[in-house]
């Protein structure tokens, strides 16, 4: 008895995973336990090859989507410090975790401890804290590029998916050394604000 019910539990994970494989709808739950914003096959557009094994790692075999997390991380961050410039200015789909990882880079992948008025950096920043998020049905997480956030607000928070609010969220996608992009989800519209301003983060993986 105990054999078959291990070998129905195998089936059903692999007949799970076989779905998710081959199903993809925005607005359905993600296998990560997100919500389903975008579909299509966006591995070829990850460049970095450090940043490519991340992405892939929660993908059986093909990735065929993305998934917002199922809730805003537990506080606004920072998007880190100012006066540093990552080269995180990657915007499209399938940039969020090179982005992510860019970041990290120069950043740092332990969260800071102080803030002071040179623009050093609070504890958690927003990167950082997608990198480490972990779900109990997936990891590899990251910020969302400037496009992947707006298909999250056009594909889900204006379809009331998501449990977003009408705030500010920030997004991977770096201007320059003082500011990044963030998109405010009460209109849409997409601003540059000051990296140590701390703004909502979703973040995001593909599936």
Avoid at 40 to 50: E, H, I
Avoid at 63 to 84: T, Y
Avoid at 121 to 147: R, V
Wanted: glycine content about 12%; aromatic content about 14%.
């Amino acid at each position: 008895m105990k054999k078959l019910i291990g070998l129905l539990a195998v089936a059903f994970v692999a007949n799970t995973a076989q779905v998710f494989a081959k199903e993809c709808k925005v607005g359905d739950k993600g296998p990560g336990g997100g919500y389903i914003f975008y579909c299509g096959d966006v591995k070829d557009k990850v460049q970095d090859p450090t940043a490519l094994r991340k992405f892939t790692a929660g993908c059986k075999g093909k990735c065929i989507g993305l998934e917002a997390a199922p809730s805003d991380q537990d506080k606004p961050l920072p998007w880190g410090p100012i006066c540093v410039s990552t080269g995180a200015i990657g915007e499209e789909i399938g940039d969020g975790m090179d982005n992510t990882l860019k970041i990290m880079t120069d950043v740092g992948i332990t969260a800071h401890k102080t803030i002071s008025s040179d623009g050093s950096l609070d504890g958690d920043y927003a990167a950082l804290s997608c990198y480490w998020k972990k779900t109990d049905n997936g990891n590899n997480w990251f910020l969302p590029s400037g496009e992947e956030l707006n298909l999250m607000y056009m594909n889900l928070y204006l379809k009331g998916v998501g449990d977003f609010s009408y705030n500010w969220y920030w997004s991977s996608s770096e201007y320059y050394e003082v500011s990044a992009w963030f998109q405010y989800f009460y209109n849409g519209h997409k601003h540059l604000y000051n990296k140590r301003t701390r703004n909502n983060v979703r973040c995001a993986r593909a599936f």
